[in-house]
């Protein structure tokens, strides 16, 4: 695709459910990641991927959150159980290749725990 | 691990006028990625510019500049000609080039430009 897209890009959910959030890199990159963006603060890593495996899930806050990317293209974002200080917004970026290479970001993901 | 600290939670500039935002981050490495990313309402982050650590000549593309003072671990971004289209959060960001892939950024600071 032309760029990245983050589907869909506002979510309101009620405490306690689970959500999906889609994001769709550019095709041929190999590289995906995700990042956490509350209010007024600057993007923190969750997970990276590279290909359908993931490479470094430091940043997931706990085991409520996993991500998937069977095919190594789409990759999933999962939230069960979902509270209200997971209300954020969710960025997706892919790359080319690992490393030395520009990541691309998509527009996000808000989403909102009420 | 990696920190990286934008002091100017907010600044404004006139039109056309010269503006400075200040970055300063804190790594063990030697070898690393510095870069800057504007973020305008519609969230998506845009790559401004970006600086290898192993160079020294600071990095330049059209308006924008950066100062890169290695050993006071300082990345500041300078806009020149402020335009109103420059308008947006700013964040300062680091990557590791030996380990990991992820970026580390800053808390951002909101660039206002006044006509």
């Known amino acids: 695709g032309a760029g990245v897209s983050q589907t869909p890009s506002n979510k309101v959910t009620e405490k306690g459910k689970y959500v999906e959030l889609r994001c769709d890199p550019i095709?041929?990159?190999?590289?995906l990641y995700w990042y956490r963006q509350s209010l007024g603060q600057g993007p923190e890593f969750l997970i990276y991927?590279?290909?359908?495996?993931?490479?470094?899930d430091s940043g997931l806050p706990n085991d409520r959150f996993f991500a998937v990317r069977p095919e190594g293209s789409v990759s999933t974002l999962k939230i069960q159980r979902t509270e209200r200080g997971d209300s954020a917004v969710y960025l997706c970026a892919s790359s080319l290749m690992a490393m030395n290479t520009e990541a691309f970001f998509g527009q996000g993901t808000r989403l909102t725990v009420v | 691990a990696q920190t990286v600290t934008q002091s100017q939670p907010e600044m404004s500039v006139q039109e056309a006028e010269t503006v400075t935002l200040s970055c300063t981050y804190d790594?063990?490495?030697?070898?690393?990625?510095l870069f800057w990313y504007k973020q305008p309402p519609s969230r998506q982050m845009i790559l401004v510019i970006r600086q290898e650590a192993y160079k020294q000549q600071n990095a330049t593309e059209n308006r924008f500049s950066v100062n890169f003072q290695k050993a006071a671990k300082s990345f500041s971004l300078k806009i020149s000609d402020s335009q109103l289209g420059d308008a947006a959060m700013y964040f300062c960001?680091?990557?590791?080039?030996?380990?990991?892939?992820?970026?580390?950024f800053g808390a951002g600071t909101i660039l206002r430009v006044k006509s």
């Open positions: 991927f590279q290909g359908t495996g993931a490479a470094d």
């Open positions: 095709s041929g990159h190999t590289a």
């Open positions: 960001a680091y990557r590791s080039a030996m380990y990991g892939n992820k970026l580390v």
């Open positions: 790594t063990s490495e030697s070898d690393y990625y």
